[in-house]
């Protein structure tokens, strides 16, 4: 069974950048979808990005459109989330998890398994 490791997380202003990575061991990476998620104090989590098996199937929510990319590198075994022009809404704790799917249109579907997340702070 496939474990997933978050890292790259920490505090950075307004406008900065950060690049989380997801690290996948246990089982054959190339087979799962992965998303990113966050949840924000008091708020529900919500799906981010995801990527599909075939790196052509990529998703983004609207508010991070333009500011935010997401690759994987199945030899590494590992999931990027490139994070720029951050804002302080930004600030949350973000996991990635295997998905089912991921639909371009419509974001992750199901999840299975999850990291247990990292810190994400964006102020001045």
């Known amino acids: 069974q496939v474990q997933l490791v978050e890292s790259g997380g920490g505090l950075v202003q307004p406008g900065g950048s950060l690049r989380l990575s997801c690290v996948a061991s246990g089982s054959s990476f190339d087979y799962y979808s992965i998303g990113w998620f966050r949840q924000a104090p008091g708020k529900e989590r919500e799906g981010v990005s995801c990527i599909g098996i075939t790196r052509g199937s990529i998703y983004y929510t609207n508010s991070v459109k333009g500011r935010f990319i997401t690759s994987r590198d199945d030899a590494k075994n590992t999931v990027d989330l490139q994070m720029n022009n951050l804002k302080p809404e930004d600030t949350a704790v973000y996991y990635c998890?295997?998905?089912?799917?991921?639909?371009?249109?419509?974001?992750?579907?199901?999840?299975?398994?999850w990291g247990s997340g990292t810190q994400v702070s964006v102020s001045s």
């Open positions: 998890a295997t998905v089912d799917y991921c639909d371009p249109t419509y974001g992750p579907g199901s999840t299975a398994t």
